[in-house]
T-cell receptor
């Protein structure tokens, strides 16, 4: 158990819908990262937050947005969902900006 | 963006054999991380490396930070069935603000 929690574990929805994925970092970690992993693919970095502020952006679609709240938990919002958005979404956290990252168990999103 | 080349892409080995995989970049990195991922689960951190030339072990796993700072290696000795999974490297460029992940090495151990 890495100490990073993600909810929900599974999510099934329809095209065009909007979903919110939630992540709670390890106690004491200030930085949160979001990654997308499609079937049999590597990890695609989406976005990073540090102490509530956006710090780095990867290949995140405009339909996706995220934020980190004052209690340091983070949410990833995915809207106008398409079939191709079906993937595992991982959250990771680290103590500060450039430390090793610890991953949560992921949320499996299925768009039908 | 940065490219991390991880090889081999897949490996099929007999139980008890040693395994080597590596990760290379075109630019200098400050940090190298190695993760293992089981199907449908989150990657688990195996080893973190912070200095060129550093050699760090975690049980049967040993990783090295290349002296050129452009590569890293992971070795697994005396493989066992539970070593099966996908191994990812990740690196932080010296001029960057995010970690980049390799494409993974899929390891299959034949009992």
């Amino acid at each position: 158990d890495s100490g990073v929690t993600q909810t929900p574990k599974h999510l099934i929805t329809a095209t065009g819908q909007r979903v919110t994925l939630r992540c709670s970092p390890r106690s004491g970690d200030l930085s949160v990262y979001w990654y997308q992993q499609s079937l049999d693919q590597g990890l695609q970095f989406l976005i990073q937050y540090y102490n509530g502020e956006e710090r780095a952006k990867g290949n995140i679609l405009e339909r996706f947005s995220a934020q980190q709240f004052p209690d340091l938990h983070s949410e990833l919002n995915l809207s106008s969902l398409e079939l191709g958005d079906s993937a595992l979404y991982f959250c990771a956290s680290s103590e500060s900006l450039y430390n090793e990252q610890f991953f949560g168990p992921g949320t499996r999103l299925t768009v039908l | 963006g940065q490219q991390l080349n991880q090889s081999p892409q897949s490996m099929f080995i007999q139980e008890g054999e040693d395994v080597s995989m590596n990760c290379t970049s075109s630019s200098i990195f400050n940090t190298w991380l190695w993760y293992k991922q089981d199907p449908g689960e989150g990657p688990v951190l195996l080893i973190a490396l912070y200095k060129a030339g550093e050699l760090t072990s975690n049980g049967r796993l040993t990783a090295q930070f290349g002296i050129t700072r452009k590569d890293s290696f992971l070795n697994i000795s005396a493989s066992i069935p539970s070593d099966v999974g996908i191994y990812f490297c990740a690196g932080l460029p010296n001029t960057g603000n995010q970690f980049y992940f390799g494409t993974g090495t899929s390891l299959t151990v034949i009992p």
